[in-house]
């Protein structure tokens, strides 16, 4: 049953002992600020969220996004004409790659990554389109002391998408140039998260080469810490209803969008919010 433990204005029920939780009893069209206190706090506490049943018009979902900070555009896609600050998530039955299958972070290849990234489901196939998180706080706190030591003052170098061949396969998803965004930056692999004070282990797709090593020496320690990063006691298996909305806290969550489900349409509305610092 979902708890009020701690919560006056909403319910919180985890989905899994690492992280994820539903949040039940708000309406994210109509939110008091009050609530919003609340749902930042289970957001913080469990890393990704999600709300069940809600209705929201693009002016609501980038109202209810604006809450959360400045809205950050992807730069190799183009969101909704009339909406730029909604990248359409879509997936054609005719379609061979889905957007986002593979274990990352947002946008890690800029300077400030995302702080959060929100999903909103429209449309799904029959069965299938689940999204998977990690948290990287249980990644981190399970690596040895002596490999905590080793990572403490290292950097990986995050490349972006540049112009990927596999983009091309989603026709409903319109490809374009970055520009002058962002597409390489170091990070450290070991991030102090501004709001929780926690350790994170700060690694995914866009992770290449270790600062200072040749990738040959770079790849067998990566190579551990993305099978590390995503061991099956970190994560959770979200299943999504049409009307649900989720957030993830970029800087603490992997996460990886499933593509089971050849043949069938899968629609959903992303947003991101900004960072408001670069990692440390």
């Known amino acids: 049953m979902?708890?009020?433990?701690?919560?006056?204005?909403?319910q919180v029920q985890p989905v899994a002992g690492s992280l994820g939780a539903e949040v039940s009893g708000v309406d994210l069209g109509d939110l008091a600020d009050q609530q919003f206190e609340e749902i930042h706090r289970a957001f913080l506490a469990h890393q990704v969220i999600f709300f069940r049943d809600q209705q929201l018009d693009e002016v609501a979902y980038i109202s209810f996004a604006r809450r959360w900070g400045d809205i950050m555009l992807y730069p190799y896609m183009q969101g909704l004409p009339d909406h730029p600050e909604i990248l359409q998530v879509l997936k054609e039955p005719e379609d061979t790659y889905a957007f986002g299958s593979q274990w990352h972070t947002d946008?890690?290849?800029?300077?400030?990554?995302?702080?959060?990234?929100?999903?909103?489901?429209?449309?799904?196939p029959p069965a299938g389109g689940d999204t998977?998180?990690?948290?990287?706080?249980?990644?981190?706190?399970?690596?040895?002391?002596?490999?905590?030591?080793?990572?403490?003052?290292?950097?990986?170098?995050?490349?972006?998408d540049q112009r990927v061949p596999r983009f091309d396969e989603l026709k409903g998803m319109k490809q374009q140039d970055p520009g002058e965004v962002q597409t390489r930056a170091y990070?450290?692999?070991?991030?102090?998260?501004?709001?929780?004070?926690?350790?994170?282990?700060?690694?995914?797709?866009?992770?290449?080469?270790?600062?200072?090593?040749?990738?040959?020496?770079?790849?067998?320690?990566?190579?551990?810490?993305?099978?590390?990063?995503?061991?099956?006691?970190?994560?959770c298996r979200f299943?999504?209803?049409?009307?649900?909305?989720?957030?993830?806290?970029?800087?603490?969550?992997?996460?990886?969008?499933?593509?089971?489900?050849?043949?069938?349409?899968?629609?959903?509305?992303?947003?991101t919010i900004a960072g408001e610092e670069a990692p440390f």
């Not at 890690?108 to 990234?117: G, L, Q, R, Y």
């Open 2 to 10: 979902p708890t009020t433990d701690g919560y006056e204005f909403l």
């Open 107 to 124: 946008s890690s290849f800029i300077t400030v990554p995302p702080k959060a990234t929100m999903l909103y489901a429209l449309e799904l």
């Open 132 to 160: 998977a998180y990690a948290s990287m706080y249980h990644a981190y706190d399970a690596l040895s002391d002596g490999m905590k030591r080793i990572l403490a003052d290292l950097r990986v170098l995050n490349i972006g």
């Open 187 to 235: 990070h450290p692999l070991i991030r102090t998260h501004p709001d929780t004070g926690r350790k994170a282990l700060n690694v995914g797709a866009h992770s290449i080469e270790i600062e200072g090593l040749t990738k040959e020496e770079s790849s067998p320690l990566l190579e551990y810490l993305y099978m590390h990063g995503t061991r099956q006691e970190f994560t």
């Open 239 to 271: 299943r999504w209803q049409e009307g649900t909305l989720g957030i993830w806290d970029n800087r603490c969550v992997q996460h990886y969008a499933i593509d089971d489900y050849q043949g069938h349409r899968r629609r959903m509305h992303r947003i």
